[in-house]
């Protein structure tokens, strides 16, 4: 007797749980492909069916992967907040995977909820490369789970949805206002690794700095306070400055706090602007301009996109770009306290 088991049959054709017991029970729900690659492992195999894989087939899934980067971010919390109150509404579960770049490699992860049978992945990782990519792509393809990327995107693709702003169009508007003030020296604070929103903050940067003939200055630090306070203190010793604009809210506070301390005053001497509009802001002194990003929404759409994506219906605009705003405060010289 054979002692194949369905499990055998997922890895060795390369799909879901849920794909063999279709192809299975409700061939017609399968792509041709997919159902004869399935029906020839079984046969090599010499798989027999039991009632688990046929109840596989009448299961209504609802669980939901999340795929997050580091859950000490004020932003991701917020969107999870929004990714939580929707899922509820539908009565879905949530597999909340987090990134450890020690341990857990990204592929690990994803391999871990295939074999979890998850409905659907909502990505939220914004450090994609284009192996990354790959790996979302078979998961979207081969496995047939549905993916939405939450807050991050991969250039010139649309083959994955994906819920954001324009960080372009934000990056060239907060460096615009600074360039309005009168500010010359403006520097673009961002990070050390490749992130590709960031990437989209720099680009609008670029181009505001280029339309005003201004020479553009990015300087590449760390989110870590404890590394990007020592950067801070050493390199504005020697550069001119006198505009900031930092990828995260949590690294504009940083710059500021390094700036009071050597007592340069904000923003008379310095206007300091961040990007998302969370908590660090308010609690900034002085407090915080920045682009306000709507997280919660960011985290609400997304989710309901992928409820469509699961539920197979039509989903129309594959790359959802909200609207953001900027609030203005003390850290500019235009604000609005």
Request: aromatic share 6%.
């Given at each position: 007797m054979s002692k194949a088991t369905i499990y055998d049959v997922a890895g060795a054709a390369r799909v879901s749980l849920a794909t063999v017991s279709r192809a299975?029970?409700?061939?017609?729900?399968?792509?041709?492909?997919?159902?004869?690659?399935?029906?020839?492992?079984?046969?090599?195999l010499g798989y027999k069916p039991n009632a688990f894989a046929k109840g596989l087939a009448s299961r209504k899934s609802t669980t939901v992967a999340v795929v997050v980067p580091d859950m000490s971010r004020a932003s991701i919390a917020e969107m999870m907040n929004g990714i939580a109150d929707i899922a509820r509404v539908y009565k879905y579960s949530i597999l909340?995977?987090?990134?450890?770049?020690?341990?857990?490699?990204?592929?690990?992860?994803?391999?871990?909820?295939?074999?979890?049978?998850?409905?659907?992945?909502?990505?939220?990782?914004?450090?994609i490369t284009d192996k990354q990519h790959d790996l979302l792509r078979t998961i979207n393809n081969e496995y047939q789970i549905p993916i939405v990327l939450t807050n991050t995107l991969y250039p010139d693709a649309?083959?994955?949805?994906?819920?954001?702003?324009?960080?372009?169009?934000?990056?060239?508007?907060?460096?615009?206002a600074l360039i309005n003030e009168g500010r010359q020296h403006i520097f673009m604070v961002s990070t050390v690794r490749k992130y590709m929103v960031n990437d989209q903050k720099e680009q609008g940067y670029l181009r505001a700095m280029k339309e005003a003939n201004l020479e553009a200055k990015i300087m590449r630090t760390s989110g870590r306070i404890s590394i990007n306070t020592e950067h801070f203190n050493e390199y504005f010793k020697n550069h001119k400055v006198d505009g900031v604009v930092a990828v995260r809210d949590s690294i504009a506070v940083s710059f500021i706090n390094v700036a009071?301390?050597?007592?340069?005053?904000?923003?008379e001497d310095i206007s300091v602007a961040g990007f998302q509009n969370?908590?660090?802001?308010?609690?900034?002194?002085?407090?915080?301009t920045c682009v306000d990003v709507p997280i919660y929404d960011i985290g609400a759409v997304s989710m309901r996109v992928l409820t469509k994506l699961m539920n197979q219906e039509t989903v129309e605009d594959r790359t959802v770009k909200l609207d953001h705003d900027i609030i203005y405060r003390a850290s500019t010289l235009k604000n609005e306290e």
């Open positions: 299975i029970n409700n061939p017609e729900k399968v792509k041709p492909e997919t159902r004869e690659r399935v029906l020839r492992v079984i046969e090599e909340l995977y987090i990134v450890d770049n020690e341990d857990n490699t990204e592929e690990d992860i994803l391999k871990e909820i295939v074999a979890a049978q998850v409905d659907g992945l909502l990505y939220l990782n914004d450090e649309d083959d994955i949805p994906s819920v954001s702003i324009d960080y372009e169009v934000a990056g060239y508007e907060m460096t615009k009071r301390a050597n007592h340069v005053k904000i923003p969370t908590k660090y802001a308010s609690l900034s002194r002085p407090n915080l």
